[in-house]
């Protein structure tokens, strides 16, 4: 082989490849999905001609010059991600577009816990005898007639609250994993969640506890329910992926279902820590009146799902990274 003829050959690719990284500027993202794998095939390319030129033309400056190419695009190509780059843009960005990534599984996981919390609150009202059988024993005294939220100590209430919320977080957890069930134990434990809520709220309205009820459901509740919703979410995800796999086999759906899965419980976790802070301030708040225990619920909710709109529905579609390409 010629030296001439093969540089005249493979001149146009070397001179895209260098053009790309120096455009690049050693963040990869900025050239876009169709940049990015139009520098992967680039670069194979240039490494196999490096190859190439070195067993038949060594010590001719070309191998120099090939070698620092090839070095400069290996470092786009394969180096990883600053790690602390990647957790801010994680929690940030990725975790709000995967979160709104399938909003019928949100819509989903939402009518399995409030469509069984309406009927188990009407259950309740009209027999709350056969509806307290169905309460934890953890969570009867608030339940009970002539027990009033107000004249429970700060204790009981604190145990009350406390009980609910380690049970919030049971829900969450058996929601993301039970999607391996094929979303059969997801959707179970997001409707019996939905029955204990529903029951709950009118056996304490019942017993003339409305005020205990609010004081449950939006301190805390408000942000931890938001979690369920999407824990359940993710778990229906994850056996939908297993029913209809779609084009892929389903393993391959699976696996990928899954790694969004756990990406989306380790996004969620912090939500959960914040509502578990919010929590153990609970009776502070309480001194304030159930106006500021209302307004902290709804606030720490409304965040949220505020992040969910602005950083997920609204910019999903909008690759901006090497993740985010297929």
Same mark, same amino acid.
């Given at each position: 082989?010629?030296?001439?003829?093969?540089?005249?050959?493979?001149?146009?690719?070397?001179?895209?490849?260098?053009?790309?990284?120096?455009?690049?500027?050693?963040?990869?993202?900025? !050239?876009?999905? /169709?940049?990015?794998? &139009?520098? =992967?095939? @680039?670069? +194979?390319?240039? %490494?196999? $001609?490096?190859?190439?030129?070195?067993?038949?033309?060594?010590?001719?400056?070309?191998?120099?010059?090939?070698?620092?190419?090839?070095?400069?695009?290996?470092? !786009?190509?394969? /180096?990883?991600?600053? &790690?602390? =780059?990647? @957790?801010? +843009?994680?929690? %940030?960005? $990725?975790?709000?577009?995967?979160?709104?990534?399938?909003?019928?599984?949100?819509?989903?996981?939402?009518?399995?816990?409030?469509?069984?919390?309406?009927?188990?609150?009407?259950?309740?009202?009209?027999?709350?005898?056969?509806?307290?059988?169905?309460?934890?024993?953890?969570?009867?005294?608030?339940?009970?007639?002539?027990?009033?939220?107000?004249?429970?100590?700060?204790?009981?209430?604190?145990?009350?609250?406390?009980?609910?919320?380690?049970?919030?977080?049971?829900?969450?957890?058996?929601?993301?994993?039970?999607?391996?069930?094929?979303?059969?134990?997801?959707?179970?434990?997001?409707?019996?969640?939905?029955?204990?809520?529903?029951?709950?709220?009118?056996?304490?309205?019942?017993?003339?506890?409305?005020?205990?009820?609010?004081?449950?459901?939006?301190?805390?509740?408000?942000?931890?329910?938001?979690?369920?919703?999407?824990?359940?979410?993710?778990?229906?995800?994850?056996?939908?992926?297993?029913?209809?796999?779609?084009?892929?086999?389903?393993?391959?759906?699976?696996?990928?279902?899954?790694?969004?899965?756990?990406?989306?419980?380790?996004?969620?976790?912090?939500?959960?820590?914040?509502?578990?802070?919010?929590?153990?301030?609970?009776?502070?708040?309480?001194?304030?009146?159930?106006?500021?225990?209302?307004?902290?619920?709804?606030?720490?909710?409304?965040?949220?799902?505020?992040?969910?709109?602005?950083?997920?529905?609204?910019?999903?579609?909008?690759?901006?990274?090497?993740?985010?390409?297929?």
């Amino acid at each position: 082989m010629k030296l001439d003829r093969f540089v005249a050959g493979r001149r146009a690719a070397w001179d895209e490849l260098d053009g790309l990284t120096r455009q690049a500027r050693r963040k990869p993202e900025r !050239l876009g999905p /169709d940049g990015i794998r &139009r520098l =992967g095939a @680039l670069y +194979r390319s240039a %490494a196999a $001609d490096l190859a190439l030129a070195r067993g038949s033309f060594p010590g001719d400056p070309l191998v120099t010059r090939l070698e620092g190419l090839v070095g400069r695009a290996r470092h !786009l190509v394969y /180096d990883a991600p600053d &790690r602390r =780059g990647s @957790l801010v +843009r994680f929690l %940030a960005r $990725d975790y709000w577009r995967l979160v709104a990534e399938k909003p019928y599984a949100l819509l989903a996981a939402f009518v399995l816990v409030f469509g069984p919390a309406l009927l188990g609150a009407l259950w309740a009202r009209q027999d709350p005898g056969a509806a307290a059988t169905l309460v934890p024993e953890q969570f009867r005294p608030a339940t009970e007639p002539g027990h009033p939220w107000t004249s429970m100590s700060p204790g009981e209430q604190a145990a009350f609250t406390s009980e609910v919320f380690t049970n919030n977080i049971k829900v969450t957890l058996v929601a993301f994993a039970g999607g391996i069930t094929f979303g059969l134990l997801t959707g179970l434990a997001l409707i019996y969640n939905g029955v204990l809520l529903g029951v709950i709220g009118g056996l304490m309205s019942g017993s003339g506890n409305t005020v205990g009820f609010i004081d449950l459901v939006t301190a805390h509740g408000v942000l931890e329910l938001s979690c369920i919703l999407v824990g359940g979410a993710a778990g229906l995800r994850l056996g939908w992926a297993l029913v209809d796999p779609g084009r892929l086999t389903r393993s391959a759906s699976a696996t990928r279902e899954a790694r969004k899965a756990v990406q989306i419980a380790l996004g969620t976790a912090p939500w959960l820590v914040l509502a578990g802070l919010i929590e153990g301030n609970r009776a502070r708040l309480a001194e304030s009146g159930v106006g500021v225990v209302i307004a902290v619920g709804l606030l720490a909710g409304g965040l949220y799902w505020g992040l969910v709109i602005w950083r997920g529905w609204l910019r999903t579609g909008q690759p901006t990274s090497p993740a985010d390409t297929p």
